[in-house]
């Protein structure tokens, strides 16, 4: 019974260690020859990233809308769009 169990956790983590060490292994070699590592994210990490890009997007919108309507200015408000 004992063996079996053990059996069964080593091979549920031998495939997870195998690619960790392969990862690892690979950015200690990039490291050497100045090649980019592989950057591993955590779901968090991959979140606030999207975030920070929709906040981003959102400012690049409202600037390109800004300059804009200062392109199409001639003295009314023809042409201009709402911020």
Same mark, same amino acid.
């Given at each position: 019974?004992?063996?079996?169990?053990?059996?069964? +956790? #080593?091979?549920?983590?031998? =495939?997870?260690?195998?690619?960790?060490?392969? +990862?690892? %292994?690979?950015? +200690? %070699?990039?490291?050497?020859?100045? !090649?980019?590592? +592989?950057?591993?994210?955590? =779901?968090?990490?991959?979140?606030?990233?999207?975030?920070?890009?929709?906040?981003?997007?959102?400012?690049?919108?409202? #600037?390109?809308?800004?300059? &804009?309507?200062? &392109?199409?200015?001639? %003295?009314?408000? !023809? %042409?201009?769009?709402?911020?």
């Amino acid at each position: 019974m004992l063996s079996d169990i053990t059996i069964l +956790i #080593l091979a549920v983590l031998t =495939p997870i260690l195998s690619v960790f060490c392969f +990862i690892k %292994g690979y950015n +200690i %070699g990039a490291r050497e020859t100045n !090649k980019p590592e +592989i950057k591993l994210e955590t =779901p968090m990490q991959k979140i606030e990233r999207a975030k920070e890009n929709k906040k981003a997007e959102e400012k690049r919108s409202r #600037l390109n809308t800004l300059l &804009e309507n200062i &392109e199409n200015y001639d %003295g009314s408000s !023809k %042409g201009q769009k709402e911020l």
